[in-house]
Antibody, heavy 117, light 107 residues
């Protein structure tokens, strides 16, 4: 059974760095692409970036200077680091596995991140 | 970046009514278009991929179509469980971009 679960700090101060983990089960990170998507409260979805099965990474150009995605395949974990946080980085962060091409078929429950002092 | 213009922003419809939501791509994306439903407080769920293919477990009252760079999601007979927000997503080229969403409510 394919599962993804995001975890993170919940509350982060402005200007600090956000670190999130996506722990997956039921598939291998070396077989499928996994994406990060975020959603500000009451607003729409924004694609942040993708780790391909072969380790290639793509970033949303709007975030590229602040965003870093990595993984540990031995632990079945994908990581997100977003630095220089601002209040408009507040939102729910999802990781999502696609079907081998870019159809986001499986989603984690999301983790809410609030940027506030 | 490719822009996805989704309409309407909100929609109120009655049970059993036909509902149509559209997304207009700013350039050719072929069939690299998918649709998602997001129920309140839940994660998005894949409905349609490849513009017209129904995802596993999705009721057959959902369908997708394409005319050039315009894409449509149709719900043939609206049910209570269809209430939520619907998004299109273009996956032709990064950065992948979502439409702004359509909030579907019961009349």
């Amino acid at each position: 059974q394919v599962q993804l679960k995001e975890s993170g700090p919940g509350l982060v101060q402005p200007s600090q760095t956000l670190s999130l983990t996506c722990t997956v089960s039921g598939f291998s990170l070396t077989s499928y692409n996994v994406h990060w998507v975020r959603q500000p409260p009451g607003k729409g979805l924004e694609w942040m970036g993708r780790m391909r099965y072969n380790g290639d990474i793509s970033y949303n150009s709007a975030l590229k200077s602040r965003l870093f995605i990595s993984r540990d395949t031995s632990k079945n974990q994908l990581f997100l680091k977003l630095n220089s946080l601002q209040t408009d980085d507040t939102g729910t962060y999802y990781c999502s596995r696609d079907l081998g091409v870019n159809w986001f078929a499986y989603w984690g429950q999301g983790t809410l991140v609030t940027v506030s002092s | 970046d490719i822009q996805m213009t989704q309409s309407p922003a909100s929609l109120s419809a009655s049970l059993e009514e036909i509902v149509t939501i559209t997304c207009q791509a700013s350039q050719d994306i072929g069939n690299w278009l998918s649709w998602y439903q997001q129920r309140p407080g839940k994660s998005p769920q894949l409905l349609i991929f490849g513009a017209t293919s129904l995802a596993d477990g999705v009721p057959s009252r959902f369908s997708g179509s394409r005319s050039g760079t315009q894409y449509s999601l149709k719900i043939s007979r609206l049910q209570v469980e269809d209430i939520g927000i619907y998004y299109c997503l273009q996956a032709n080229s990064a950065p992948y971009t979502f439409g702004a969403g359509t909030k579907l409510e019961l009349k």
